[in-house]
């Protein structure tokens, strides 16, 4: 089977982002996580608060330099296989990425003096002052390159003529219509699932017997704290909603399977479709909530996908992606908000063998769903990657040698991923909590 330049050039960008986004993800989330951990064991004088933001900041280090490897690949594909796509673009979005690049220096500038100054203020908050900046510099971040993915979406602020740009206006290009429900999703997200990440770790120490109060202390802030950015996740997929259905209503409908423009359309979960009749089978009709969604009004009109030219309706297996990720987002809200309900009124039942081993898969789930999510976004794009001026077949290289640099970086990341697995598991697994607070607090 030969694959043209187009497919090998997605594989590739898909191979590349699926991995980087697991390290962008944690890198943006655990800052935050950190920084609260650190405060809270200020504020109550408690060693092992402090000590894990000591260990999560360590783990949190091995993790920055693989994702400066996976971005820097990123940067350098969009050049190699995408170049068309960046000839019209790269003018428009070179100021999100030049402020990305600025705030990631900025963030880990202060990430090298918070990892050296343990100790060293007489006033522990002056060290915690110092993680607010790695926070804002992770989060602008990732505020900044999701602006680019924005801009895709909806892009403004320039004038195409005869395929060059002539007028562009940076600051409008980059605050596109798309930009402040992307990035408040980006930034919810990332932080629920490094959340989870976390708690996920606890748990699994737990049900190997650990239960400590160093476990017990990290499993309450993290699921807590999972709960909690749980809520705001679910503001910003009803943001997500509202801005589809004005500004890209054939993704939305896509996803739905809404085919016939319509007042008071129902919300289709599950279903198996028929796409020659149209017709689908199994499914859960929510009556109206499809129109509320979009609009807050029951009877709101949201427009089907036979308004649209058919080579420009994105692949209808999205739907089923949509509803992944709404069982492992109700799976998660549900064994967060049982903990929450339990710390309360049922403390005998926190550690229960079943809540952990629930606990323990909120962590992988939430993953899961940052990639299914980053697929819908992309996927139900298509076919354009400039939405309106260019699609993904016009925009991929010509030059021979795809295949060849796409076993090059799957071997790299392999690479990666084993030494960066291999370097934790001995900074940790060898290193336990336990010891760590005994040598460290009470020496």
């Known amino acids: ?112 003096i918070y990892l050296y100054t343990w100790d060293r203020f007489k006033n522990p908050l002056y060290h915690w002052m110092l993680s607010i900046p790695i926070v804002l510099g992770a989060s602008l971040s990732a505020f900044f390159i999701t602006t680019v993915n924005a801009f895709m979406n909806t892009p403004q602020g320039f004038e195409l003529v005869n395929g060059v740009i002539k007028t562009l206006d940076p600051i409008k290009a980059m605050f596109n219509p798309a930009t402040p429900t992307k990035t408040f999703h980006v930034l919810a997200t990332a932080y629920v699932t490094s959340a989870f990440i976390l708690a996920t770790i606890a748990a699994i120490q737990m049900l190997r017997g650990r239960i400590t109060e160093y476990t017990k202390k990290a499993l309450h ?40 423009t319509k007042k008071g359309a129902d919300l289709v979960l599950f279903g198996v479709l028929d796409e020659k009749k149209q017709e689908i089978k199994y499914a859960i009709h929510i009556p109206k909530m499809l129109s509320f969604l979009s609009f807050n009004n029951f009877n709101g009109e949201v427009i089907g996908l036979n308004e649209f030219p058919k080579d420009e309706i994105p692949p209808l297996y999205i739907h089923y992606l949509f509803d992944i990720k709404v ?90 991923g084993v030494l960066c697995t291999v370097v934790l598991r001995k900074m940790f697994i060898n290193n336990p909590a336990e010891a760590e607070l005994e040598y460290r607090f009470h020496k």
Request: aromatic share 14%.
């Open 1 to 112: 089977m030969e694959f043209d330049n187009v497919l090998l050039s997605r594989i590739l960008t898909t191979l590349t982002l699926s991995f980087h986004i697991i390290f962008a993800t944690i890198g943006v989330g655990i800052p935050l996580m950190v920084s609260i951990a650190e405060f809270i064991g200020i504020k109550k004088n408690d060693s092992h608060y402090l000590l894990l933001a000591r260990r999560w900041t360590r783990g949190f280090v091995i993790t920055v330099a693989v994702g400066v490897v996976t971005g820097t690949c990123i940067g350098l594909q969009l050049s190699l296989l995408w170049p068309s796509f960046m000839k019209i673009a790269g003018q428009a979005i070179s100021l999100p990425l030049f402020l990305e690049t600025f705030a990631f220096f900025f963030e880990a500038i202060f990430l090298g």
């Open 221 to 260: 802030l993290t699921v807590t704290s999972a709960f909690i950015f749980a809520i705001l996740t679910g503001i910003a997929g009803d943001l997500s909603a509202k801005f589809l259905a004005k500004y890209q209503p054939e993704k939305l409908a896509a996803i739905e399977w809404h085919f016939e």
């Open 327 to 416: 069982m492992f987002a109700m799976f998660m809200v549900i064994i967060s908000l049982l903990y929450v309900v339990f710390s309360k009124w049922k403390k005998e039942w926190m550690h229960h063998k079943w809540l952990l081993r629930a606990i323990v898969l909120c962590g992988p789930l939430a993953m899961i769903s940052i990639e299914l999510g980053w697929i819908l976004t992309e996927v139900g794009r298509q076919p354009w990657i400039l939405r309106g001026y260019m699609k993904v077949s016009e925009a991929a290289t010509t030059s021979n040698g795809v295949g060849e640099m796409l076993w090059l970086f799957l071997g790299l990341y392999i690479l990666l």
